[in-house]
Nanobody, 120 residues
Framework: QVQLVESGGGLVQPGGSLRLSCAAS????????MGWYRQAPGKQRELVAA???????NYADSVKGRFTISRDNARNTVYLQMNSLKPEDTAVYYC??????????????WGQGTQVTVSS
C-alpha cells in the first residue's frame, strides 16, 4: 500500500508564490508518473502538471510558464512550484501517483488534497 501526503497549500495574494509537496511512502517498485490535479468549486478535476518516471513533464496550458513540477527520487517526493498565482488558481490541489507493483501491475493513488486560495 502507498500513501501520499501533501503539504504547502494556503492563502496567498495574487502574484504570489507557493510550493506544494507530495511525499509517497510504502511499497514502491517503480513510478510511472506523478502529478498534480486541481478541482475548483463547481468544476471538474483537471490535470495541472505531471512528471513521468523518465523525467518528462506536461503542463496545463493555463499554468505554463508559471508552475514548475519537479521531483526528488531519493525522497519519493514531487513538488509543484507555483509562481504568479492568480485568483483562478484557487482550488483544492491533489497529488496523484501511478506506481508499478512488483509484478508490474499499475496502481493509481491519490492524496487527500490541499487547499490553495489566491485572494487579496
Amino acid at each position: 500500500q502507498v500513501q501520499l501526503v501533501e503539504s504547502g497549500g494556503g492563502l496567498v495574494q495574487p502574484g504570489g508564490s507557493l510550493r506544494l509537496s507530495c511525499a509517497a511512502s510504502g511499497t514502491i517498485f517503480s513510478f510511472k508518473a506523478m502529478g498534480w490535479y486541481r478541482q475548483a468549486p463547481g468544476k471538474q478535476r483537471e490535470l495541472v502538471a505531471a512528471i513521468t518516471g523518465g523525467g518528462s513533464t506536461n503542463y496545463a496550458d493555463s499554468v505554463k510558464g508559471r508552475f514548475t513540477i519537479s521531483r526528488d527520487n531519493a525522497r519519493n517526493t514531487v513538488y509543484l512550484q507555483m509562481n504568479s498565482l492568480k485568483p483562478e488558481d484557487t482550488a483544492v490541489y491533489y497529488c496523484n501517483a501511478e506506481i508499478y507493483g512488483s509484478s508490474w501491475q499499475l496502481y493509481d493513488y491519490w492524496g487527500q488534497g490541499t487547499q490553495v486560495t489566491v485572494s487579496s
